[in-house]
């Protein structure tokens, strides 16, 4: 099959027949600002400590020095939008709300092997050489989808389609053939700031930029140490993940919901109590959030965020909880214990500081004691 146009058009059949919803062609040069964003992004800290993102700046910032035979790129979206409200979850204080798409099977793992098959499809029809990329790569795939026509970066980041609002899942192919590419999106977001201003902690400095380290994303997913205290009130009872920003585009009402059997959400992550998630051992978290993207993220960050949502409850029978992991063999988890049980109980804190606080060996959990029983300099 040697004609570009009907190769394209094969590719997208055969795209939409493996359960991908949009497709889209870029070249590898498409998206020149991606680059210089990036190292904006990097040289404000704005990545906190995400420190793979500098590690491989070189690559993620050009497809050609990631791979430099590489001619054009496949960009592919996979909706996963849902029918109900994601921010309704926030109103339940005494559950856990988790990111919509974090409730279902691990997207890498379902759109990985979906991409191999196409990518055999199109060198098999075609010859050439091709690769593939799943978020966890160094690809810049937003911006690259942008080019591919497939939606726009909205003013939060993330990319905007007008067929499915803020809920696509991407992946990459990387290929040696030269495909017709497709005409890049235009930006629709106009004057709207909805997802701006529905940030709970300021995490946008201005449009189209974020900060990381203020983002809830990042702190309750990517952040390793304790969560700065002057932002821990404003994650409410968001345990992994945020919705806020991608929920309130107004370009989600064109959005129907995803209807992908291998993307279906497991009800149990729906809306889990928070009693439960913050008695969670190492075997239970890793049984409960099995072939999850949750479960990357390791027990004892998890169960923190938890405390973070304990804390910021108003539940006085959660203080016994919050209690007992003030002897957690984890020192992130005991000192977001220390700061939840002193929310809902400092008198009882106080109580128990000759027990705990004077056995205390680590460093920031001693940092939490003082501040939270305020004594001393605030946590870290």
């Not at 939060?156 to 017709?180: E, K, Y």
């Not at 201005?206 to 990517?222: G, H, K, N, V, W």
């Not at 205290?229 to 064109?254: H, M, Q, T």
């Not at 149990?268 to 999850?292: H, I, K, N, S």
Request: proline share 5%; hydrophobic share 40%; glycine share 8%.
């Amino acid at each position: 099959m040697n004609d570009g146009a009907a190769l394209k058009a094969a590719l997208v059949e055969a795209a939409l027949a493996q359960g991908f919803d949009v497709v889209g062609i870029a070249s590898t040069d498409a998206a020149p600002q991606a680059a210089e964003r990036l190292a904006q992004f990097l040289a404000e800290g704005a990545h906190g400590d995400m420190d793979w993102m500098q590690r491989t700046a070189t690559r993620r910032g050009s497809p050609r020095r990631l791979w430099p035979e590489a001619r054009s790129i496949v960009m592919l979206g996979l909706n996963y939008a849902r029918d109900e409200d994601p921010l309704a979850m926030l109103e339940q204080r005494e559950r856990g709300a988790i990111s919509v798409y974090a409730r279902r099977p691990d997207y890498h793992d379902v759109i990985k092997p979906r991409l191999r098959q196409l990518a055999q499809w199109l060198t098999a029809q075609a010859g050439g050489e091709a690769k593939v990329f799943v978020d966890t790569a160094p690809v810049m795939e937003k911006p690259l989808a942008g080019a591919a026509g497939l939606g726009w970066q909205g003013k939060h980041t993330n990319l905007v389609s007008r067929r499915f609002g803020s809920w696509l899942f991407l992946g990459a192919i990387f290929t040696t053939l030269d495909l017709p590419c497709d005409v890049p999106e235009e930006d629709h977001c106009g004057t709207c700031r909805a997802c701006l201003d529905n940030c709970p902690t300021a995490a946008f400095p201005a449009p189209y930029r974020l900060d990381a380290r203020r983002c809830i994303s990042y702190l309750t997913i990517e952040h390793k140490g304790p969560i700065p205290l002057e932002l821990r009130s404003a994650i409410g009872n968001r345990v992994y993940g945020c919705d806020d920003c991608l929920a309130v585009c107004p370009w989600n009402k064109f959005a129907q919901a995803g209807r992908d059997a291998k993307l279906a959400v497991r009800e149990e992550l729906t809306a889990p109590r928070l009693v439960d998630l913050v008695r969670l051992d190492d075997a239970q978290f890793r049984t409960l959030f099995a072939r999850t993207s949750i479960k990357r993220t390791g027990r004892d960050r998890f169960v923190r965020n938890v405390l973070i949502a304990i804390g910021n409850g108003a539940d006085p029978t959660h203080a016994t909880e919050a209690e007992r992991r003030l002897k957690d063999r984890s020192p992130l988890v005991r000192g977001a214990a220390v700061w939840a049980l002193g929310r809902l109980d400092r008198t009882r804190l106080a109580q128990r500081a000759p027990t705990h606080r004077e056995a205390e060996l680590d460093a920031q959990v001693q940092e939490e004691w003082a501040a939270a029983l305020g004594d001393g300099t605030k946590a870290a």
